[in-house]
């Protein structure tokens, strides 16, 4: 599971076996938590994630969703830059 990018804490990754993990998601992580969220809609697939951190989550994919796409096409990861 690459690690893409680290910011306030979060770490966003991205299992690249999509034929297993379908739709396109990325997973992000806090000391206590652990969500996929949609490359789609940055939206929090399943489970529990701070309200707080749900929008930082969101607003890093709607701006990477390109290339987060890419890589779940490609399954070849880059390391983005972090949100400021």
Same mark, same amino acid.
């Given at each position: 599971? &690459?690690?893409?990018?680290?910011?306030?804490?979060?770490?966003?990754?991205?299992?690249?076996? /999509?034929?297993? !993990? /379908? &739709?396109? !998601?990325? !997973?992000?992580?806090? *000391?206590?938590?652990?969500? &996929?969220?949609?490359?789609?809609?940055?939206?929090?697939?399943?489970?529990?994630?701070?309200?707080?951190? *749900?929008?930082?989550?969101?607003?890093?994919?709607? *701006?990477? *969703?390109?290339?987060?796409?890419?890589?779940?096409?490609?399954?070849?990861?880059?390391?983005?830059? &972090?949100?400021?």
């Amino acid at each position: 599971m &690459p690690t893409i990018s680290y910011f306030y804490g979060i770490i966003i990754v991205m299992y690249l076996r /999509n034929k297993e !993990h /379908n &739709p396109p !998601h990325i !997973h992000a992580i806090t *000391q206590d938590f652990d969500a &996929p969220f949609l490359v789609s809609t940055g939206e929090l697939m399943e489970g529990e994630f701070p309200p707080k951190a *749900q929008a930082l989550v969101k607003e890093f994919i709607m *701006q990477y *969703q390109k290339e987060l796409l890419e890589m779940w096409e490609t399954e070849k990861y880059i390391k983005l830059p &972090p949100l400021k």
